[in-house]
């Protein structure tokens, strides 16, 4: 893991591009982290010492599990600290001494507290229709990976019987469903992985048919030129955030066949289809990009569209 520490203006232009973001249950939510960001910002105004500074990926852009993780203690001593009328007054926060620095941290926690907070569940699974012979079911899992935000999540039908024996890892009962330690560990392996090889690994459980499958990752990020794998984009002080996502579906879900508009993507999509087993056969697959960017890095992204014919979906701040 490569660090890239960067100064506080970095948070003033991330939660912009994260405000301005379009996102869907596909996604980590986007918006709400851009608030996030914001009150991360006024935090480390209130007490740079004791909140936490904003380390980033060196490729991706965007912080490390390890800052979120801290960033949400933080997060949590200021939503269960006393309401802000009883909070210090401005004269309380002045001076080095011992009591000052306490008020500072508890106004810095505070100020993140009006935030919501970054909820990245380990792994949940939703009933989504029981049958007679069968039972549909969601599987969504949100992780951080090198910085990037990343939502798997699938909807697949476990056969007569596999739903009472949790032999795939879920278990339904009485219309509520479970998933196992077991399968999310198999996920959460998988999910640096792209979608199609997520599918294979799902496949493999052999007693589920899977009827989508997606993942959304919010990122990577370019400010300035830190985050390298975007840095070409962000060049005259640009800054440029990417929301991708591939999709596996049913024919009629995937609108009819395979689709490729990510203008960031460097594999072969038509060759991931082809490698995928027959007991695939019946998806397709979608793989889509939605840039926020300042207008420097948006007609560099629009120009990159252009050669290669695609009709990316940029929204510029």
């Not at 008020?103 to 919501?116: F, N, S």
């Not at 009962?173 to 330690?181: E, G, K, L, S, T």
């Not at 640096?192 to 990020?221: C, E, K, N, T, Y």
């Not at 007991?279 to 840039?291: E, F, G, S, W």
Request: hydrophobic share 45%; glycine share 8%.
């Amino acid at each position: 893991m490569v660090d890239l520490v960067v100064d506080d203006s970095w948070l003033a232009v991330a939660a912009t591009l994260c405000s301005a973001a379009r996102g869907n249950d596909r996604f980590v939510t986007v918006r709400p982290l851009g608030r996030l960001l914001s009150a991360w910002s006024t935090a480390r105004a209130l007490s740079p010492t004791t909140m936490t500074a904003p380390t980033l990926d060196v490729h991706t852009g965007l912080p490390h599990r390890s800052v979120w993780s801290d960033l949400m203690g933080e997060h949590r001593i200021g939503a269960a600290l006393p309401p802000s009328s009883m909070a210090a007054t401005p004269v309380d926060l002045e001076g080095d001494h011992a009591r000052a620095r306490l008020h500072r941290r508890e106004a810095a926690a505070r100020a993140l507290a009006k935030a919501p907070p970054l909820t990245l569940v380990e792994g949940r699974v939703d009933v989504r229709r029981v049958d007679d012979d069968s039972v549909t079911v969601a599987v969504i899992l949100d992780r951080v990976v090198s910085g990037l935000l990343v939502r798997v999540s699938a909807d697949v039908v476990l056969p007569p019987g596999s739903a009472a024996r949790g032999s795939s890892g879920i278990r339904v009962d009485d219309d509520r469903a479970h998933v196992a330690a077991p399968l999310l560990e198999l996920l959460g392996r998988c999910v640096h992985l792209p979608a199609p090889a997520i599918a294979v690994q799902l496949a493999a459980l052999g007693d589920v048919r899977l009827l989508r499958l997606s993942r959304g990752v919010v990122g990577p990020m370019s400010v300035n030129g830190q985050g390298s794998a975007l840095a070409g984009y962000s060049v005259d002080n640009g800054a440029v955030l990417a929301l991708s996502m591939e999709e596996l579906a049913e024919a009629g879900g995937a609108e009819g066949g395979d689709h490729d508009n990510d203008v960031f993507a460097t594999d072969d999509l038509r060759q991931l289809q082809k490698a995928m087993p027959s007991a695939l056969a019946h998806l397709r697959v979608v793989r889509d990009a939605r840039v926020v960017a300042t207008a420097t890095a948006a007609a560099l992204v629009r120009d990159a569209a252009r050669r290669r014919g695609l009709q990316t979906v940029i929204t510029v701040v």
